[in-house]
């Protein structure tokens, strides 16, 4: 987790997140996806709940842009 936390990148108005180097075929491989999977992991392995609401700011910027 210190690592995955290591390699984001944090912004105050976006919130953490990572860059994207490619997309997959898979359905966890897309962008959302893999970003609920990486909330969901610091919440449940790490417990870093300031994280777990960083990710949630992208998610929401994300959906707020797109949609």
Do not use: C
């Amino acid at each position: 987790m210190a690592a995955l936390k290591e390699s984001a990148i944090f912004n105050a108005e976006l919130g953490m997140y990572w860059k994207r180097q490619e997309n997959g075929w898979y359905w966890y491989q897309a962008p959302i996806e893999e970003h609920a999977l990486m909330i969901e992991a610091f919440n449940e392995v790490s417990e870093d709940i300031e994280s777990v609401d960083e990710l949630k700011v992208w998610l929401l910027k994300n959906k707020q842009t797109n949609d």
